[in-house]
């Protein structure tokens, strides 16, 4: 029993600003890291604060380029890992196709949809489809009565704030400023996600999955003004604790 805590790696949208990274988090607990989501330059900003072998589960929201861009590079390190038989286990993918990411015996997909129900390491972890162009789930992941949700990415619905309700930690995407969504797109702006917050109320937000252009605190400062529980504007190797 004790802590969940989450480290983000990646907190950009579409593409890594300069030494940074697309969509990835760490989420752990009792030492056990699962890994939500690995976008490009992911892999390089892990091995800053641990040892990518130490990672053996990874969790793919759905395929666009900024989630799993760096998922066939990190099957390649396993690949060479074992090969100079360093003590790792196989990779684990969890995603909705395999993605030619079935490569034994060094990596494996575990097919997800909504209706799994998967324990990873000492984690629940549960799925929702969002509203996105291409199939995408959202993941709960719970541990000893607390839970850490990931919206990945999707346009605000009654259903997100229902599978967000009361998280411990809340990891949503704010893909555009105030005002600026295209519901087309699939994506939340900051209202959005200031209405999934006062919806959901999570213990903590944090916010991610943020444009590459424009002042990212003008984000913060408009959902702060609409919700007043404790918000994190995401940046790399940012921490927060449930
Ligand atoms: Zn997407």
């Not at 079935?102 to 000492?122: F, H, L």
């Not at 959202?138 to 990945?152: E, F, I, M, R």
């Not at 967000?164 to 519901?183: K, M, R």
């Amino acid at each position: 029993m004790g802590n969940m805590k989450v480290t983000v790696i990646g907190e950009s949208g579409g593409a890594p600003l300069a030494g940074g990274a697309t969509s990835c988090y760490i989420v752990e607990a009792e030492g056990y890291p699962v890994l939500l989501d690995i976008g490009s330059g992911a892999l390089s900003l892990i091995q800053r604060i641990r040892s990518f072998d130490e990672i053996d589960d990874i969790i793919i929201s759905h395929f666009h380029s900024d989630h799993h861009a760096d998922a066939g590079v990190a099957l390649y390190s396993r690949l060479i890992s074992m090969q100079l038989k360093r003590p790792v286990n196989p990779l684990v993918f969890h995603a909705m196709e395999s993605h030619k990411l079935d490569m034994a015996p060094y990596s494996y997909v575990s097919m997800i949809d909504e209706d799994t129900v998967e324990e990873i390491g000492p984690f629940s972890v549960r799925y929702m489809r969002t509203e996105h162009p291409v199939p995408c789930l959202a993941v709960k992941l719970s541990y000893d009565g607390k839970s850490v949700v990931y919206t990945a990415d999707g346009a605000l619905s009654d259903r997100l704030a229902a599978f967000s309700s009361s998280a411990d930690i809340l990891i949503a995407e704010c893909s555009f400023y105030p005002g600026t969504a295209d519901d087309a797109a699939g994506h939340m702006d900051a209202l959005d996600v200031s209405d999934l917050a006062v919806s959901a109320a999570p213990e903590k937000l944090i916010v991610s999955h943020l444009p590459v252009y424009g002042e990212r605190n003008d984000i913060l400062r408009c959902i702060r003004s609409r919700w007043n529980g404790e918000t994190l504007l995401a940046h790399p190797f940012l921490t927060a604790e449930a």
